[in-house]
């Protein structure tokens, strides 16, 4: 009912190996992020789109690529994982109007052994 | 660089017990401040807000008042049930006027009956 899903929900890969995870809405809200979520860290962004094919780095970018080819999905790829970036990764979207009332999905829990 | 503090974790208390989550941030002028809870197993929610010095943000019971000679941003409750068992993060905007937010680390809330 939230209008926003990831996929998938949990997912175990090897070191080395490209993954990409999924954030569909069906909100179409423009704005669109990247979390990651680690103990004593909080919430870190990775990157963010403002519209199609328009995104920037947030402050963890590195080892990270999105895309956003249409308004309701925007992709994450850890182009060849690392332990470190095990963690839990939150998709966030969010309109014009409440600028900073971000709907969150459900969470990818990733683990890269 | 604008940063939120958060008190550390976890919290234990018990059912009817006050709450109090302390929040501090570091900023430039006077941003809106936030917090938002993450249930088990879920996304994060937005708990409540405040826009200005002063202003009171106020949601299922839980309160938050923005001090800006403090620099803080509270979360109160006076009476906490299991139910309110989650972690909860307070956060503020980037500079800019960006729409991204900056995240405290969380504080795990426990309540037991």
């Known amino acids: 009912d939230a209008g926003i899903t990831q996929s998938p929900r949990h997912k175990v890969t090897e070191t080395g190996t490209p993954v990409t995870l999924r954030c569909h809405q069906t909100?179409?809200?423009?704005?669109m992020y990247w979390y990651r979520q680690d103990p004593g860290h909080g919430l870190r962004l990775i990157h963010y789109?403002?519209?199609?094919?328009?995104?920037d780095k947030g402050e963890v970018s590195d080892g990270y690529s999105v895309s956003r080819s249409k308004t309701e999905d925007f992709l994450l790829t850890l182009e060849s994982a690392t332990s470190s970036q095990t963690s839990v990764y939150f998709c966030?979207?969010?309109?014009?109007?409440?600028?900073?009332?971000?709907?969150f999905g459900s969470g990818t829990r990733l683990t890269v052994v | 660089g604008d940063s939120v503090t958060q008190m550390e974790g976890p919290v234990t208390l018990s059912e009817e017990a006050f709450l109090t989550i302390n929040c501090t941030y570091t900023?430039?002028?006077?941003?809106?401040l936030f917090w938002y809870v993450q249930y088990p197993g879920e996304g994060l929610q937005l708990l409540l807000k405040?826009?200005?010095?002063?202003d009171k943000g106020s949601n299922k019971g839980f309160e938050a008042t923005y001090r800006k000679e403090t620099t803080s941003f509270h979360l109160e409750k006076g009476s906490v049930q299991v139910s309110d068992s989650a972690v909860y993060f307070c956060?503020?905007?980037?500079?800019?006027?960006?729409?991204?937010?900056?995240f405290g680390q969380g504080t795990t809330l426990q309540v037991k009956p």
């Open positions: 789109s403002y519209g199609v094919k328009d995104t």
């Open positions: 966030a979207i969010r309109g014009t109007g409440e600028i900073y009332g971000y709907t």
């Open positions: 900023a430039t002028g006077y941003p809106s």
């Open positions: 956060a503020l905007p980037y500079s800019g006027n960006t729409g991204k937010l900056i």
């Open positions: 909100e179409n809200h423009r704005y």
């Open positions: 405040a826009t200005k010095a002063d």
